[in-house]
T-cell receptor, first 112, second 115 residues
Framework: GDSVTQMEGPVTLSEEAFLTINCTYT??????LFWYVQYPGEGLQLLLK?????DKGSNKGFEATYRKETTSFHLEKGSVQVSDSAVYFC???????????FGTGTRLLVSP | DTGVSQNPRHKITKRGQNVTFRCDPI?????LYWYRQTLGQGPEFLTY????????KSRLLSDRFSAERPKGSFSTLEIQRTEQGDSAMYLC?????????????FGQGTRLTVV
């Protein structure tokens, strides 16, 4: 079945450091790919998405590119802030289905 | 619009008891989803409604679980004869199939503890 694998955390960075959180997927067909973020005490929020190969999703300084050849959707940000501390989930939704398949989440801790 | 609302936020129950959770989606959304999230894991899909019709159910949804969306608005998720393994965060999400933005919006969840 479809699955998402993302790097284990926590990822601990200093403010203004470069962030990469790796995500790879296994799916039949051509899924859409997503990054969701969960801030402490809040619900999941969509951060960015990409619906086809080579698409780049971006939001709030975060970017991820849909790489079909490597089945990856790595999340990057050039300069993290303390306020970016949260749990980040990579997810996919396969064509014709309405369910999201999530990875296990990666906790990001940014210190001043 | 206040977003997706879930009640209660926390529920502690004794093993063997029945519990019911409620989800109020964003008003114009016709799609509603239930997910379950255990500690250290990502959310797992449980079931999906389009209007009042339950169109998909995960194999995770055992016979003790039932979900309804009687008028295509709010939804309830009931767990009968709760077990300790049911302890988890239960998440509800809603989305619209109309227009360009079909993003799923999540509620804050109901945390269930079975003792």
């Amino acid at each position: 079945g479809d699955s998402v694998t993302q790097m284990e955390g926590p990822v601990t960075l200093s403010e203004e450091a470069f962030l990469t959180i790796n995500c790879t997927y296994t799916a039949t067909g051509y899924p859409s790919l997503f990054w969701y973020v969960q801030y402490p005490g809040e619900g999941l929020q969509l951060l960015l998405k990409a619906t086809k190969a080579d698409d780049k999703g971006s939001n709030k300084g975060f970017e991820a590119t849909y790489r079909k050849e490597t089945t990856s959707f790595h999340l990057e940000k050039g300069s993290v802030q303390v306020s970016d501390s949260a749990v980040y989930f990579c997810a996919l939704m396969n064509t014709g289905f309405q369910k999201l398949v999530f990875g296990t989440g990666t906790r990001l801790l940014v210190s001043p | 619009d206040t977003g997706v609302s879930q009640n209660p936020r926390h529920k502690i129950t004794k093993r063997g008891q029945n519990v019911t959770f409620r989800c109020d989606p964003i008003s114009e959304h016709n799609r509603l989803y239930w997910y379950r999230q255990t500690l250290g894991q990502g959310p797992e899909f449980l079931t999906y409604f389009q209007n009042e019709a339950q169109l998909e159910k995960s194999r995770l949804l055992s016979d003790r679980f039932s979900a309804e969306r009687p008028k295509g608005s709010f939804s309830t998720l009931e767990i009968q004869r709760t077990e300790q393994g049911d302890s988890a965060m239960y998440l509800c999400a809603s989305s619209s199939e109309i227009g360009k933005n079909t993003e799923a919006f999540f509620g804050q969840g109901t945390r269930l503890t079975v003792v």
